[in-house]
Every structure is written in C-alpha cells, then in structure tokens.
C-alpha cells in the first residue's frame, strides 16, 4: 500500500456558505451546472434553460420550477435549516399551483414525522407523481473548494430500480419523440446555416436540446439559437458567461442604439442574475418549431439573424 498523504475530508456548516435562502441559496442552485449536480442525485435530466425562480404560484412563489426532459414541471422547495409543517405546506400548495409531477424538498436537516409524510404521499399518490426528500451537505478536503452533495432521505418506491431501468434503455430514450425531433429540427438548421456559407457554419453536431450554441470568437461569448414549443417561439442570441458578465453586458448596452440600427430591428437586452449570465436576444413569436412544415421558413429566419448578430457583435466582443 502507498504510503502517500492523505486528505483529511471536513463538513462544513452551510450557513456559512448561504446566509439567505432566497437570496444565496436558491439562486446558487439554479445555476445549470448545480441543477446537474441535483438531477444526477434524483435520476432526472433536469432541463436549466427552463429553471424560473420566485415563480408565483397564486399568493405565494415557488422557490425554482423548471422541466425535465419528459418536459413535466419539477418544483423544488428549498430549506436551509431543519424541515418544518409550514415548507411542507408550502411544497404541496405550489405543487397544486404549477402542475409539478416531480416536487423535491430541499433541507439542512429532515424531521423523522416530515420524512414520513413524504413516503406515505408517494405512496398514496399514482404512479406519474413523485416526491424527493434530499439533505444537502458541504465536504472540502484540506484547503479545497466547498462541494455540495444532496443526500436523499425520501424517495417513490422502487424508484431506484426504476432508474436503473431507464439508465439501462438510455439508448432508447434518445430515440423518444421529443428528442428525436429536436435532432432533426437543428439539423435542418444546420444545412441551411451550410448554404448560406456565412461566418455561422453550420458544421455542429445535432442534439437533442432546446437550443445550439455556435462560436463568435472570445472565450465567455456564444451565438444560439433558441426554441420553445410550449410558448411557441424561436430565438436568435447572445449569450455572455463567464467571468465580468455585468461589465461585459453593460458597456455593449452602451453601444444598444447603434447595434440596433446596423441589425434593423429592437432586441431584448435580459440579464440573468440568477444563471449568473445575460442575453441580448432577438425572438420570432407565434412560431412553433414543432410544425415541420414551417422549418424552411423558421430556419431561414435563424439563419439570417444568427449570420446577422455574428456580423454586428463580433468586432465589438473582441474590442471589449
């Protein structure tokens, strides 16, 4: 056995890392790579780019609802100190609220009675809906970065078989309605993106998502194009991640008079706070990408525009 050093494995209070719930928790967990971290814990492909948080639900606001990749609604309730009746309450009137298949109960710590309430519910509810209890723990070795691991406490009944089953038909899954035509409508988009042989090529690989990110140049910067069949809209855009996104966004916001003026039309200038990103976008409503005999003209449409923005932001990116 090798005598190398070992690291010593500390938890640490979350407190110390979220002093707010809604303030530092929850938009933390938001973000696509932690939402990953908490849909491979439950077994579910969580979709980020429909993550909404605060999101009203008659009074009241739910903590985070977004989809999974069967496009249901998961809401996640979140608690940042031991479990009580009141988060219970509030997870079952936002679940009624929002329509959620899949609620998730976040917490520090879960009561034995509220752990309980959980199992009876999936146990009397049908099958098509599910209820996740997870404590959420800190870990750092030595010197290192905090990391979160969720732990479940409470969990659908042979809910654990039942993913086993689905990593085991992945291959099957992806062939599913959805995600096949997700695949085939980018690549259509891609071959129209080929003939128009602008400074977009269209050599990415097609994939089942609700978007395609294309290179502008600079590390932190992406063109894409966006659709969503349920609001019925496709979208052109530029995404800024990274590092100094509220500088980065703000000083092209400076030049928003001009850069309109060169495309020839209004664009939507969203900051995202909560995904720690901003987007200046440019939407077609009232077109649903699932009509595929409107893909000619809808690809046409993105085609254009992405060729368009890459044209009128990608001098500008680089001068930043």
């Not at 009074?59 to 100190?81: G, K, P, T």
């Not at 509220?114 to 870990?139: M, S, V």
């Not at 409470?154 to 995600?179: G, H, I, L, M, Y």
Request: glycine fraction near 6%; proline fraction near 4%; include cysteine.
């Amino acid at each position: 056995m090798s005598d190398q050093e070992l690291g010593r494995l500390e938890q640490l209070d979350i407190g110390d890392q979220w002093k707010n719930e809604p303030r530092d928790f929850t938009p933390w967990l938001a973000k696509p790579e932690n939402l990953e971290i908490l849909g491979e814990t439950l077994g579910l492909r969580l979709e980020p780019e429909t993550a909404d948080t605060e999101k009203e639900s008659g009074r009241f606001r739910a903590d985070i609802v977004c989809m999974d990749s069967d496009e249901n609604w998961v809401l996640i309730e979140n608690q940042l100190d031991r479990t009580d009746h009141k988060h219970l309450g509030q997870l079952l009137t936002y679940a009624q609220g929002v329509h959620a298949v899949t609620m998730v109960w976040l917490a520090d710590e879960f009561a034995d009675e509220h752990r309980a309430a959980l199992d009876w519910l999936n146990e009397i509810t049908q099958e098509d809906f599910r209820f996740f209890g997870l404590e959420i723990e800190l870990w750092k070795i030595d010197s290192s970065r905090p990391a979160p691991k969720f732990n479940i406490v409470s969990q659908p009944n042979d809910w654990s078989r039942s993913v086993a089953r689905r990593t085991k038909s992945k291959d099957r899954a992806e062939k599913s309605e959805r995600r096949l035509k997700q695949r085939e409508y980018w690549a259509a988009l891609q071959e129209r993106l080929k003939n128009k042989r602008g400074p977009v090529a269209g050599h990415r690989k097609p994939r089942p998502s609700s978007s395609m990110s294309y290179s502008i140049g600079r590390s932190g910067f992406s063109l894409a194009a966006g659709m969503n069949s349920r609001d019925k809209w496709v979208r052109s855009e530029l995404y800024i991640g990274g590092g100094d996104i509220e500088e980065r966004f703000a000083r092209l916001k400076e030049q928003k008079d001009e850069i309109e003026q060169k495309l020839g039309y209004k664009l939507e200038w969203e900051e995202l706070p909560e995904k720690q990103a901003s987007r200046i976008a440019y939407y077609r409503h009232n077109t649903d990408p699932w009509k595929e005999a409107d893909w000619p003209e809808q690809h046409e449409w993105l085609a254009e525009h992405l060729n368009k923005m890459h044209e009128v932001f990608s001098e500008r990116i680089k001068d930043l």
